[in-house]
C-alpha cells in the first residue's frame, strides 16, 4: 500500500499520556497530515493539541453529530483512542457508525478495573494494547503491542554524586497509582541520609500528605509538587524510586520510561506493566514485595557501581525500544493489513451495552461508590457528570451512597 491511507483518530481528548504519545509520534511522522483527530470534548490543555496541530494533522474538537459521521465515513480506519471514558462509549454505542475498519489502542491495561469490556477485542478489526502486559487477559481478535511511553528526546546526563543520595518520583501522587507503602518503604531503610523528591500535584489534605506527616523520618520525602520539566527535575535524581499501587491501571508508565532514558536505575515493584519495561537484574531492580523493596533501596544507596550499571542499561534500552519511530512503523503495518481488509458495519453496542450504566458496569463489574471516587476518570460520579439525568446511574449512586453510609 503506497498511497495515503486517511486515518481518523476518535478521542475523548488529547490530555495526558494520550495526547503526549500522539504529539511524539506525529512529530516523527513524514505523513502526520494524513491524520485527523477528533475529540469529543473541548481541550482544556491545549498542550498537545497544538502540538499535533504543528506537525500537520488536524484536531477537530467537539463537534456536530452529522460532521462527526461524515468526517467517520470518509476515512480509511478509524482508530479509536480506548479508555473507559463515558463519552467514548456514547460514541461506540449510540452513534449510527459507518461502515469502516477500525482499530483501538487501548490505553487502559484491562487486567484491574477499569476493565475492557468482553469481546470487544473481536468487534475490533485490530485492537492494539500499549503493554505487552495484557496479552495475559483471556482475549480473542487480532491482538497487537504497540507501546505509548516514550524516553526523552534530549536526556539530560547523569548528576554527578554530590552530599546525601537522591531519588525522585515522578507522575500521579495519589494512592490511586502510588503504592499505599510508598511512604513506609522508604521510613524502613537502615543506612546512611538520602532522599526522595516527590514531583507531582498533591492534595495536602489527601492519603499521601498525611502518609509523609505520619514517617518516622519525614525528612527523607520531600513534596516538591507539579512539575513542567521532567528533564530537568530527573537531572536531580542519582535514581527513581517507583512502587506503584497492585492494582493501578496505567500501561505505558511514561514516567518511568524517561527516567530509564535519563540513565536513572529504577526500582519498582513486580506489577505487570513494570515487569514489561523493566528487567529485574538487568535494566533496574524489581522487587516482588514491600520487604524486598526495603532491601532494593537499601541496595541501591549503598552500591554505586550497580546504580550506575543498571542505570547505563536501562538508558540502552530505552533507546533500543521506547522510541515513537518504532510506535510509528508499527502502526503503519497495522495500517497496510487493514487496508487489505472490506470495511463493515460495526455494532459496539452489542458488546458494550445501551446505556450509561452498562457501560460503567463493564468496566467496574463490582460497582464503586461515589465516595470511593478510584479512579476519578471513568469512576461512577463521572459517569453521572456526563449523564446526570440518567435514571438508571442515578438509582445505582443512590444505593451506593446509602451503602456508604451504612459502612460508616
Known sequence: ???????????????????????????V????????????????????????????????????KEALLALLAEADIVQIEFWNHPRLYEALARLPLPQGRYLFWSHISGLAPPLIA?????????????????????????????GSGFGLDHPPKRRSRRGALRGGY?????????????????????????????????????????????????????????????????????FFFYPLDREHFGTAENALVEAMSAGLTPLVLDNPAERAIVTDGVTGLVAGSVEQCVGALTRLLA?????????????????????????RNAFAVAYADLMARPRH???????????????????????????????????????LDCFPKDEALNRRAGAADEADGREK
Do not use: N
Request: glycine share 10%; aromatic share 8%; net charge negative.
Open 303 to 327: 552500591e554505586p557501581r550497580l546504580r550506575e550499571e543498571l542505570g547505563d542499561a536501562a538508558a540502552l534500552e530505552a533507546a533500543r525500544r521506547f522510541r515513537p519511530e518504532v510506535s
Open 29 to 64: 511522522d513524514p505523513r502526520a497530515a494524513d491524520h485527523a483527530y477528533i475529540l469529543l470534548e473541548p481541550a482544556r490543555d491545549r498542550r498537545y493539541a497544538d502540538a499535533i496541530i504543528a506537525t500537520g494533522a488536524r484536531v477537530i474538537e467537539a463537534p456536530a
Open 170 to 238: 515522578l507522575g500521579t501522587v495519589d494512592f490511586v497509582k502510588m503504592s499505599p507503602d510508598f511512604f513506609s518503604i522508604v521510613d524502613a531503610v537502615e543506612g546512611p541520609d538520602f532522599e526522595i523528591a516527590v514531583y507531582g500535584a498533591f492534595d495536602p489534605e489527601g492519603g499521601p500528605a498525611r502518609a509523609h506527616a505520619a514517617m518516622r523520618h519525614p525528612e527523607r520525602v520531600v513534596m516538591m509538587g507539579q512539575t513542567d520539566d521532567p528533564a530537568e527535575a530527573l537531572a536531580g535524581l542519582d
Open 118 to 146: 468482553e469481546a470487544l477485542t473481536e468487534a475490533a478489526d485490530i485492537f492494539v494494547y500499549t503493554s505487552a502486559c495484557s496479552l495475559v487477559r483471556p482475549a480473542k481478535g487480532d491482538l497487537r503491542v504497540i
Open 1 to 27: 500500500m503506497t498511497g495515503a491511507i486517511r486515518v481518523l483518530h476518535l478521542a475523548a481528548h488529547l490530555g495526558g499520556g494520550v495526547g503526549k504519545a500522539h504529539a511524539a509520534i506525529r512529530a
Open 345 to 383: 458495519l460495526p455494532d459496539f453496542a452489542a458488546v458494550l451495552g445501551a446505556g450509561p450504566l452498562d457501560w460503567f458496569l463493564g468496566s467496574f463489574p463490582k460497582g464503586a461508590t461515589i465516595a470511593e471516587g478510584k479512579p476519578s476518570k471513568g469512576s461512577l460520579r463521572h459517569f
